[in-house]
């Protein structure tokens, strides 16, 4: 049964790589919606992968949500001299404090034996507010850090349950209903066909930054996700998805 179930997950990476035009896709089996422990398990494939991919001195740039943080609490201790740079990709965007990139960097900072930065921004910013903290020194060297991130470790949710759990405006809600907004990652709305419908504003990496130079993880789950996950692809910047057997079933349905 065991031979079966892996060829079975063969078999759905393989048609996910099709389906998503991504080159790379791990299948973790169960799904997250029903079942906490799935999470914990894209959270190991996720740092197996990191420690295969790694390199000296690498700087990591991470977003927030309950993904992430399964990730940071299945981190291990890198090699000796391995020095990696933990940093958070943008300033917070309405999270709970557990979910929050700035907590995750440190976790997995601490989990790893490796270093971290934080981005101290108020969330959300206004165009004045923006203009001013741009100028201080302490945010312009940290963004600097985070735009050469090596490599992007990030989330994707549901458009509308990102906006309600980052308590966003009712203005902003009925904005993602009319343009039917689909997906959220990295505080940027997605459609159905992967256009940009609204984003958040706050400082750091933006999605123009997600170039060639960046390997870049997606790790998102639960058959609920699976509108979500492909709407993301739609504009596809990423080279890794890991994700698990419900949200891979949906996404292959259609
Ligand atoms: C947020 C990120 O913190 O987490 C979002 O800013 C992401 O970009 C979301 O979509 C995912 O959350 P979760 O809890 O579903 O992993």
Not at 31 to 38: A, G, L, T, V
Not at 116 to 125: E, F, H, N, S, T
Request: charged letters at 25%; a negative charge.
């Amino acid at each position: 049964a065991l031979i079966g179930d892996l060829s079975r997950l063969e078999t759905l990476e393989d048609q996910l790589k099709r389906a998503l035009s991504i080159d790379n896709v791990i299948v973790v089996p169960g799904d997250s919606d029903h079942n906490p422990q799935i999470k914990v398990e894209m959270g190991k494939a996720c740092v197996a992968h990191l420690q295969s991919t790694l390199q000296k001195s690498n700087t990591v740039a991470v977003t927030g949500g309950s993904t992430i943080a399964a990730v940071a609490d299945a981190m291990k201790p890198l090699p000796e001299g391995t020095d990696v740079l933990f940093v958070p990709a943008r300033g917070g965007i309405g999270e709970k404090v557990e979910n929050q990139a700035s907590r995750i960097v440190s976790e997995m900072a601490r989990r790893s034996n490796s270093q971290y930065r934080m981005l101290y921004v108020p969330d959300p910013i206004s165009d004045s507010t923006y203009e001013l903290i741009m100028q201080e020194p302490h945010v312009i060297d940290a963004l600097s850090v985070i735009k050469d991130s090596n490599i992007v470790l990030h989330g994707v949710g549901d458009a509308l349950r990102m906006a309600e759990r980052r308590k966003s405006s009712q203005k902003v809600i009925d904005l993602l209903k009319s343009e039917n907004a689909v997906s959220e990652a990295f505080g940027y709305y997605f459609d159905v066909d992967g256009r940009v419908v609204y984003k958040v504003k706050t400082v750091g990496l933006q999605l123009e930054d997600l170039d060639a130079s960046k390997h870049i993880i997606t790790v998102a789950g639960g058959a609920s996700k699976g509108h979500a996950i492909t709407s993301y692809f739609k504009q596809g910047k990423s080279n890794m998805l890991i994700t698990d057997q419900g949200a891979a079933e949906k996404i292959l349905r259609g």
